[in-house]
């Protein structure tokens, strides 16, 4: 079992930057790969970055490519989402996601593993 705790979020304006932060604790936490997923209010859970177990690979949906930064730091048992240049359309509780495995990334159903989530909002 793993737990996940995020924090980070807020209230910003339109072109500001956030980070984001996923402590995992219950389990080694290089083991699992790890994922950052979004829900706007209404939306269904999107996906947003993965990252791999030693941080070799990063993938990403396209509508961050560009303005967001996946990462993790396995000795603090912690990943990250570095967002830059936020737009309106940002806004949604964000989630992050554990796995053993890297299957089916983009989907809810590839993670076991769950956060809470923590609330990004932008104005424009």
């Known amino acids: 079992q793993v737990q996940l705790v995020e924090s980070g979020g807020g209230l910003v304006q339109a072109g500001d930057s956030l980070r984001l932060s996923c402590v995992a604790s219950g389990r080694t936490f290089s083991g699992y790969a790890m994922a950052w997923f979004r829900q706007a209010p209404g939306k269904g859970r999107e996906f947003v970055a993965a990252i791999g177990w030693s941080a070799g690979f990063t993938y990403y949906a396209d509508s961050v490519k560009g303005r967001f930064t996946i990462s993790r730091d396995n000795a603090k048992n912690t990943m990250y989402l570095q967002m830059n240049s936020l737009k309106s359309e940002d806004t949604a509780v964000y989630y992050c996601?554990?796995?053993?495995?890297?299957?089916?990334?983009?989907?809810?159903?590839?993670?076991?593993?769950w956060g809470q989530g923590t609330q990004v909002t932008v104005s424009s």
């Open positions: 996601a554990a796995d053993p495995d890297l299957l089916d990334v983009r989907l809810v159903r590839g993670w076991d593993y």
